[in-house]
């Protein structure tokens, strides 16, 4: 098994970028998901209700913090790009504490997963894709400890998955059966919720060993 590729979505819920290596810490890729959308109520705005953000490009700058669409996530015509996406009375919000995660802040999905469902993998926002996983062998990985070099990390749990995976990640048209295929065929869940247990940097190639230890 390697890593095939790895992604950051500095923008919540924007489009995301590969990257061809990285560090790994405590809160997984640093400049992942650093800005957020908030409506005026103060909930956070992603794109399962807002398909359109997915069109917008999320990256992180030279100086570390998020751009849309190749400018700083708090310029005024930032601002108003994801406003035409997403509605007149959202904020973009710079925030790196834990809670910017849905759950935990590394999605791990595998070519032999992503193979059974039959799409885009795109579509699951991984942050690291390996390849050579012989088909649904990462629904056995829950509970252990995956190696990346000097890299440790903690597979938690299946990821529940929810309506943001209908949306076409190139055209923003919504197929409903990919979630129907999802809850039918893998009980609701595709890729794995996992923690960085031991830091370090990872690249695409690297290997990646799965230990027979559980995780404590």
């Known amino acids: 098994m390697r890593v095939a590729e790895l992604w950051r979505y500095p923008v919540k819920s924007l489009k995301g970028e590969l990257l061809e290596e990285t560090e790994l810490g405590p809160l997984g890729i640093p400049g992942d998901r650093l800005v957020l959308l908030r409506g005026a109520s103060g909930r956070v705005i992603t794109s399962r ?3 359109r953000l997915l069109a917008l490009s999320g990256t992180l700058g030279s100086g570390g913090e998020p751009l849309v669409e190749g400018r ?16 007149a009375d959202v904020e973009l919000v710079r925030h790196d504490g834990p809670e910017r995660f849905d759950v935990l802040p590394l999605t791990v999905l595998t070519d032999g997963s992503i193979g059974a469902l039959g799409v885009d993998r795109r579509r699951l926002r991984p942050n690291i894709l390996v390849s050579g996983v012989e088909g649904l062998a990462e629904r056995e990985w829950p509970g252990r400890l995956l190696r990346i070099g000097e890299v440790v990390i903690h597979v ?3 990821r529940p998955r929810c309506v943001m995976t209908t949306y076409d990640p190139d055209t923003q048209e919504q197929d409903l059966s990919v979630l129907r295929r999802i809850v039918d065929g893998f009980g609701g869940a595709m890729a794995l919720d996992c923690a960085v247990v031991t830091g370090g940097r990872i690249r695409i190639g690297d290997p990646v060993e799965l230990l027979a230890e559980a995780a404590a």
């Open 72 to 87: 700083p996530w708090d310029d005024p015509e930032s601002l108003a790009a994801v406003r035409d996406a997403a509605g």
């Open 49 to 51: 209700t807002k398909p």
């Open 156 to 158: 938690a749990r299946l």
